[in-house]
């Protein structure tokens, strides 16, 4: 059974940083690209970075792009966001996701909060 | 920049068929999937590759694609089905959700 389990949201200041993590488990991690997905309160989905199965390809929403890092360690099968000069409109519910470049996202986790304020 | 756009509501009886559609330039040069999202649930993949169905998805879902419009499509839709649904395609390297459409049965 595939399990994608996010972790690190919390409170930040506007300007702050702040890592996500996604633990995943139930398929071969390094065969797969994955992807961030966020959703702001009571907003559609909002599709932030991509990562392919080797980590060798980064894709980014302009949204985002220069202040978040997506990367990856197949070794740990974990999927990490590293977000930096967060903002305001970054606060939103973000979603670990299995698929990625031209692929649908096929397995969702269930979310964790950030709010910057 | 590329956008998807659906409507934002639409309303069914129970029973009947519900078409939700995404519209887009050069949609039907891409592959677009479509997502089902239940209040305080994560997305679920309901159709990939324009009109494939994942395991485990009822066969009353299905997707089509013609011009710059994609199409989802549930016959006989049932209460269970009320949820918010949103497409999606890759333009690129960007990959881009629709505003979403909130479907309503009663």
């Known amino acids: 059974e595939v399990q994608l389990l996010e972790s690190g949201g919390g409170l930040v200041q506007p300007g702050g940083s702040l890592r996500l993590s996604c633990a995943a488990s139930g398929f071969t991690f390094n065969n797969y690209a994955m992807s961030w997905v966020r959703q702001a309160p009571g907003k559609g989905l909002e599709w932030v970075s991509a990562i392919s199965g080797s980590g060798d390809n980064t894709y980014y929403a302009d949204s985002v792009k220069g202040r978040f890092t997506i990367s990856r360690d197949n070794s740990m099968n974990t999927l990490y966001l590293q977000m930096s000069f967060l903002r305001v409109e970054d606060t939103a519910l973000y979603y670990c996701?299995?698929?990625?470049?031209?692929?649908?996202?096929?397995?969702w986790g269930q979310g964790t909060l950030l709010t910057v304020s | 920049s590329y956008e998807l756009t659906q409507p934002p509501s639409v309303s069914v009886s129970p029973g009947q068929t519900a078409s939700i559609t995404c519209s887009g330039d050069?949609?039907?040069?891409?592959?677009a999937c479509w997502y089902q999202q239940k209040p305080g649930q994560s997305p679920v993949l309901v159709i990939y590759?324009?009109?494939k169905r994942p395991s485990g998805i009822p066969e009353r879902f299905s997707g089509s694609n013609s011009g710059n419009t994609v199409t989802l499509t549930i016959s006989g839709t049932q209460a269970m089905d009320e949820a918010d649904y949103y497409c999606q395609a890759w333009d690129r390297t960007t990959a881009l959700f629709g505003g979403g459409t909130k479907l309503t049965v009663l």
């Open positions: 996701a299995k698929g990625g470049w031209l692929n649908p996202l096929d397995y």
């Open positions: 590759l324009n009109t």
């Open positions: 050069k949609l039907r040069d891409k592959y």
